[in-house]
């Protein structure tokens, strides 16, 4: 049996599948598409996408197949080429099966939505521009699918193009992603000119690599993965419909940047100055978006600032040398990140479009199935044990604390895993128990089996992917867990420690007495006053320098001295000379009159 021809084979038949949605209606204007068919089609694809991981799981085999080569000049190939690793065989059927459930979920929630086949179109270009971005093996071809998830995401985000807010948050985006852009793109033009390769698998520097150049790709990363300093495009794009939002941010955009350093990890490998920059960006991402997650009160922005946090995490893990242990964590956290975004669609439907948790409450007896799995998902999150994130998480704190590194980076870690369970307890608290505080004729149905059986499908991966990734996939390069008991349970005991506080904090805000603002409350409130400082202070400033320097230079230099005010002092000065020079002297006149024959004469000859 030729296993690499199946593998292949397979591969491209999962790619091809997924792709006929948007391929025949092109040969035929009798094939049109709809909602079901294309939730089929990814179904279909997840399906096919098994088979290759499953020959991966039992040889280890790997493969790379080139489809085509572009020479556009000499000595320098572009070849088309796939890489079916450890990484893409993985990951392909999670975010397939993560897609499955969004767009199955997306059919109940879009239902009403006049373009609804569009809008699953452009969910279908945004999945199939990620798994392009997964897959590729050629810079050039991960750059293909860099920009469609970019543009993708504008066109998602800005999906209910009426609103002014949802403009300006798909803006937003694509601007914060240009900075990240401009990174990768002196990156990749260093590596043409030193490697004169674009190929992944050729991205091995025979010693330790330039810093500079690595700086481009940390720069993508942090645009790509809202990295801290070009974070606020994460929550602003909670503007997009909740099924935008969920595969947003648990499978396909926010963690195409911790993949590309993932991809390009050889790179980094001996370069401990990136290294430690990588480590420090993630370590302060984390707290800073931990931070601003605990005062939040619209539910979806709560969960997006919990991705920027986790998503800060992956980048710390790359900073610890372990890419595998990153790529383990997005692959367990786009389970429940799903799940949690899906569950919140669902209240948020439910309740005609609130989102404001302290308008909730009581909604475990009346929204039994989307309460339980939002519980389930918060556990996870906070990295309960044997749920999916404790593997990952658990793992990554634990080789924290046995790396040389500085302990700068596992106190803000850790800090900020306090604050994931504070603010996830507080959510499940004020969302699922307590008064009622909803409108009283509200109607509750969350009976519809898209619902149900997406979020319930989601929501077993979140039990059981975190023990069936490690089992069969076990990450490498994991230093050795040999600790006392007391580091081993840090990460536990700094959880509990934050159930423990969030739980407090709740019983002190039920009164209606309004707490006593703060400086660490309104700095969270504020959003570090990030925003105001950013996109208020330095606009205004580069404004107002502008304003100066046109005023000054234009109009006092150019149209006042070389325009009337310039010729009025140039005939000011030519009389003064004219009129020096007629003062009576003969002496004077005669000189001037030999000197203009001279000229004439000298013009002459």
């Known amino acids: ?174 601007l914060y992603n240009r900075v990240g852009d401009v990174g990768l793109i002196l990156c990749m033009a260093w590596l043409a000119s030193t490697l004169n390769t674009w190929e992944i698998q050729q991205l091995h520097y025979p010693s330790q690599a330039p810093t500079l150049p690595l700086l481009g790709l940390i720069l993508a990363a942090a645009g790509k993965s809202a990295q801290f300093g070009l974070h606020p495009w994460l929550p602003a794009a909670m503007e997009g419909p909740t099924p935008v939002s969920a595969l947003l941010h648990s499978s396909t955009m926010v963690v195409a940047g911790i993949f590309l350093l993932i991809r390009t990890h050889p790179l980094f490998h001996n370069n401990q100055t990136a290294l430690t920059l990588c480590l420090c960006l993630g370590a302060v991402s984390t707290l800073f978006a931990a931070t601003c997650a605990l005062t939040q009160n619209d539910i979806k922005k709560i969960i997006a600032f919990s991705t920027s946090s986790q998503l800060g995490l992956m980048m710390v893990t790359i900073g610890l040398n372990l890419p595998q242990l990153a790529f383990l964590h997005i692959s367990t956290h786009a389970f429940f990140k799903a799940m949690l975004f899906l569950c919140s669609g669902s209240i948020i439907h439910n309740l005609n479009g609130e989102q404001d948790i302290r308008k ?115 990450p490498t390069n994991i230093p050795p867990t040999t600790m006392p008991l007391s580091i081993k349970m840090t990460a536990l005991a700094v959880t509990i420690l934050g159930m423990a506080l969030a739980l407090e904090i709740s019983k002190m805000a039920q009164t209606l007495i309004l707490t006593k603002q703060t400086t660490f409350s309104n700095f969270s409130l504020s959003l570090g006053y990030f925003n105001p400082l950013t996109h208020r202070s330095i606009s205004t400033g580069l404004l107002g320098g502008g304003y100066k320097i046109a005023s000054n230079l234009m109009d006092l230099s150019w149209y006042k001295m070389l325009g009337p005010e310039g010729l009025a002092s140039l005939q000011v000065a030519a009389a003064k000379a004219s009129t020096a020079l007629h003062h009576g002297s003969t002496k004077a006149y005669l000189g001037s009159f030999a000197l203009s024959i001279l000229i004439i004469l000298a013009s002459l000859h």
């Open 1 to 174: 049996m030729d296993l690499p021809l199946i593998l292949n084979t397979f591969m491209l038949l999962a790619l091809a599948t997924i792709s006929t949605p948007i391929i025949f209606p092109l040969l035929s204007n009798h094939l049109k598409n709809t909602p079901a068919t294309i939730t089929n089609t990814v179904k279909a694809s997840f399906l096919i996408s098994l088979v290759p991981m499953t020959i991966y799981i039992h040889s280890g085999m790997e493969s790379l197949t080139t489809l085509w080569e572009w020479k556009f000049i000499m000595h320098f190939k572009i070849p088309i080429s796939l890489k079916m690793d450890f990484y893409s065989l993985t990951f392909f059927p999670i975010a397939l099966f993560v897609s499955w459930s969004i767009l199955q979920f997306a059919s109940w929630y879009m239902a009403s939505d006049p373009y609804i086949t569009k809008f699953f179109v452009y969910l279908l270009f945004f999945l199939i521009a990620m798994l392009t971005l997964i897959i590729a093996n050629n810079l050039f071809v991960l750059f293909i699918g860099w920009e469609g998830v970019g543009i993708m995401s504008f066109l998602l985000i800005s999906w209910w193009h009426g609103r002014a807010e949802a403009n300006t948050a798909a803006l937003q985006a694509v």
């Open 360 to 474: 909730m409450g009581g909604l475990q007896k009346m929204l039994p199935a989307t309460t339980s799995c939002l519980t389930i998902g918060n556990l996870a999150l906070m990295g309960t044990p044997f749920l999916a994130g404790f593997y990952s998480k658990d793992q990554i704190i634990e080789s924290l604390s046995t790396s040389y590194l500085n302990t700068w980076a596992l106190l803000l870690t850790l800090l900020a895993t306090s604050f994931t369970a504070i603010y996830t307890m507080r959510m499940t608290v004020l969302v699922q128990s307590g008064f009622v505080r909803i409108p009283p004729l509200t109607p509750m149905n969350e009976n519809n089996p898209a619902v149900t059986s997406s979020i319930t499908r989601l929501a077993l991966g979140s039990i059981t992917a975190g023990f069936l990734i490690t089992s069969y996939i076990p």
